[in-house]
């Protein structure tokens, strides 16, 4: 079974901190994406990655930043975290063009 | 227009019945459509995948896929207080000349005893 981690579920944060997001999947999937999700919005893009060191924007990478230093793992990073970051935060990861595995999601509010 | 469009619901139904759970896509060459289950508070989880045209069966679920009309469905039988939860349809599309899977918002769909 592929197996994507999320490093934390819960997450609370002050105005103002670095955040570091961290996901790791262990099937050697090429792709990995980042989505926040909020009541009424769906899933949103926030950067997705299809390759180590390789990085492109998705819809709403304002505020965000990530990192792919090795395959397996994909960290998002918020610099500056504000209230409006306060969200569900899902990693997901896969082959080209084939089905999308999440890990369990980490729930961050900034306070 | 979104690029994957889905009901929001919510769409009940009693226990014992079938939900037809409907999504409309903008890209033609789309090739790869899923559904995926969310319950709340929770992540999604992948329930069915169809790539061709026509009728895919995997116990009380059945994906529909009309690639012409860009309509793919997902019809669940014998609906049980278990399948409440939210449905994402998601579909495969190059854009920005990567592969990409795009999401609806979801239905809800609440299935009463």
């Known amino acids: 079974d592929v197996k994507v981690t999320q490093s934390s579920r819960y997450l609370v944060k002050r105005t103002g901190e670095k955040v570091f997001l961290e996901c790791v999947q262990d099937?050697?999937?090429?792709?990995m994406f980042w989505y926040r999700q909020d009541p009424g919005l769906g899933l949103r893009l926030i950067y997705f990655?299809?390759?180590?060191?390789?990085?492109e924007k998705g819809d709403i990478p304002e505020g965000y930043s990530v990192s792919r230093e090795k395959k397996e793992r994909f960290s998002l990073i918020l610099e500056s975290a504000s209230t409006n970051q306060t969200s569900m935060y899902l990693c997901?990861?896969?082959?080209?063009?084939?089905?999308?595995?999440f890990g369990s999601g980490t729930q961050l509010s900034v306070l | 227009q979104k690029e994957v469009e889905q009901n929001s619901g919510p769409l009940s139904v009693p226990e014992g019945a079938i939900a037809s759970l409907n999504c409309t896509y903008s890209?033609?060459?789309?090739?790869?459509f899923f559904w995926y289950r969310q319950y709340s508070g929770k992540s999604p989880e992948l329930i069915m995948s169809?790539?061709?045209?026509g009728d895919k069966e995997d116990g009380r679920f059945t994906a529909q896929l009309n690639k012409a009309s860009q309509y793919v469905s997902l019809l669940i039988r014998d609906s049980q207080p278990s399948d409440s939860a939210t449905y994402l349809c998601?579909?495969?599309?190059?854009?920005?000349?990567?592969?990409?899977?795009?999401f609806g918002a979801g239905t809800r769909l609440a299935v009463h005893p």
């Open positions: 890209d033609r060459v789309s090739q790869s």
């Open positions: 998601a579909v495969n599309m190059i854009a920005g000349g990567y592969n990409k899977l795009i």
């Open positions: 099937m050697d999937h090429e792709n």
């Open positions: 997901a990861s896969r082959l080209v063009a084939e089905k999308l595995f």
């Open positions: 169809i790539y061709s045209n």
């Open positions: 990655s299809y390759d180590v060191k390789m990085k």
